[in-house]
Structures are given as structure tokens and as C-alpha cells.
């Protein structure tokens, strides 16, 4: 409660600094750009195998070279599956990232003054976590990255 009494004395200033944060580390513009890209290069490189699997199907050729083919375009649709997987979760992460910071910065808009009692629901909406040290010091982070030693 007194971290967040703390907190609630510079609220303009953190609600802006919040909204700030959002919008820079939660921006998923460029990764859906590049996630579309990889969407594109690997539904080529379906097509590209599949034509080549065909066409040795249906023309002899020499397997030494079909197999080099087909093993680059592989691994070509390998590497650009694994770059997705990491696109898509970064995505999900900023978006969770900016719900979070969403909801904190609701709260925060939303409530009047200091607390004189313990809300769960401010709690979860406000606090990221909390650090205790070996001297008993306990410090609050709270969504927005803020920091107040309570």
C-alpha cells in the first residue's frame, strides 16, 4: 500500500511515461511485416518442393542432384519456420506486454488518491513483483517498470 501511495503521487507523470512504454516496446508493426514475409517465403518453398518432388516423379534424373535440391529447400523452409515460431512468440509477448500495461494504465487513471486499505484487484493490475532482500528491504516493481522501495 505505501509503494503504491508513493506511486499515486506522480501519477500524471507515470500514467505518461507508461503510455510512452507501451507504444515504443509494444509496437508489433515491423514483426507482423516480417511475419507476413515469412508466411509468403515458406507457402514458395512448399510450392518449390512440391514441383520438384513432381518432377522427379515424372522425369528421371540424377537423384545426387534432386536430393541437394530438395535438402536446400528444406532447409531454407526450416530456417524461415524457425525465424516464424520466434516472430509469432515475440508478437504474443508485446501484445501481453501491452495488455498489461493497458490495465495498469486504467487503474492507475482510475483511482483517487492514496489507499488506506489492501485492493487484490489494484494489486493485480499494478504490481509486476515484488523483491525482498536479506535485510528484509522490500522493493515493488511495479507494470511500468517503476520502482519504489516500500
Known sequence: MSAYNQ???EKKEITANAKI???TLCDTDSLREEKQKLEGEMSVLVEMTQSIVAENARIAQNQDEYQKRYDGLVQRYETAKARYGKVTATISAKEAQSERLADFIRMLKKQDGSIAEFDERLWGCM????TVSRKKEIMVTFRDGSEIQA
Open 127 to 130: 504490481v509486476d513483483f515484488v
Open 21 to 23: 512504454i507501451r507504444r
Open 7 to 9: 506511486l499515486v503521487t
